[in-house]
Structures are given as structure tokens and as C-alpha cells.
């Protein structure tokens, strides 16, 4: 399994951006999905963004038009830009590595996790 390290989570103001990052200890070209998650407390963890080998991408319909998720094989870095935050995505947002299509997300790699906050 690869390792995860999260960054870029912090305190936004309503209507503000925030630029997540996921780098991976190895090579991501060939994982078959990364994506992004979060999970706010009481609440059951929540798939935000996929983005897979290829490039195709899949949002939740909560975040459609505002968070943008991309790869940079490279840099073994996955990326969430994420615009026009309300406090409703205000949670811990996890990066997760699918390595295989027949293994749910579920049982791949998990990064620690980075706060994300919206509030005036």
C-alpha cells in the first residue's frame, strides 16, 4: 500500500478557496482511483471526488461546480481545489488510494486527514 500525507486544510471565510493536497509515497500512475473524502462529526464519512488513472473525474452532487479534482502522476500528488465554500463543508477531508478495481476504496490507503473549516 502506498502512505498518504494530506495538506492545505485550514480556516476559510464563507465563499473563500482552499487548495487541498495528497502526496502518495510511491508511484500513482498506475492506482486505479485516488480520491478524496470527508467526514464531519456524527456523520457517516462521505465520497467528495474521484479522479482515476485515465483522468475521469466524479463528484458528489454537493460539491458539483465548485470543487475541482486533478493528478499530477509527476508529483505523485493528487489535488482538491475547492471554491465557493459554504460552513456545510466544514469536516475532516481524507485522500484515499483505490490500488485496484476488484478492492473497494474502502480497504486501500488512507491519509491522516486534514480540517477543513468555513466560517465567518
Same mark, same amino acid.
Given at each position: 500500500?502506498?502512505?498518504?500525507?494530506?495538506?492545505?486544510g485550514?480556516? $476559510?471565510?464563507?465563499?473563500?478557496?482552499?487548495?487541498?493536497?495528497?502526496?502518495?509515497?510511491?508511484?500513482?500512475?498506475?492506482i486505479?482511483?485516488?480520491?478524496?473524502?470527508?467526514?464531519?462529526?456524527?456523520?457517516?464519512?462521505?465520497? $467528495?471526488?474521484?479522479?482515476?488513472?485515465?483522468?475521469?473525474?466524479?463528484y458528489?452532487?454537493s460539491?458539483k461546480?465548485? #470543487?475541482?479534482?486533478?493528478?499530477?502522476?509527476?508529483?505523485?500528488?493528487?489535488?482538491?481545489?475547492?471554491?465557493?465554500?459554504?460552513?456545510?463543508?466544514?469536516?475532516?477531508?481524507?485522500?484515499?488510494?483505490?490500488?485496484?478495481a476488484?478492492?473497494?476504496?474502502? #480497504?486501500?490507503?488512507?491519509?491522516?486527514?486534514?480540517?477543513?473549516?468555513?466560517?465567518?
Amino acid at each position: 500500500q502506498v502512505q498518504l500525507v494530506e495538506s492545505g486544510g485550514g480556516l $476559510v471565510q464563507p465563499g473563500g478557496s482552499l487548495r487541498l493536497s495528497c502526496a502518495a509515497s510511491g508511484s500513482i500512475a498506475s492506482i486505479y482511483a485516488m480520491g478524496w473524502y470527508r467526514q464531519a462529526p456524527i456523520k457517516q464519512r462521505e465520497v $467528495v471526488a474521484l479522479i482515476s488513472s485515465g483522468g475521469a473525474t466524479m463528484y458528489a452532487d454537493s460539491v458539483k461546480g465548485r #470543487f475541482t479534482i486533478s493528478r499530477d502522476n509527476a508529483k505523485n500528488t493528487v489535488y482538491l481545489q475547492m471554491n465557493s465554500l459554504k460552513p456545510e463543508d466544514t469536516s475532516v477531508y481524507y485522500c484515499n488510494a483505490q490500488e485496484w478495481a476488484t478492492i473497494p476504496a474502502e #480497504f486501500g490507503s488512507w491519509g491522516q486527514g486534514t480540517q477543513v473549516t468555513v466560517s465567518s
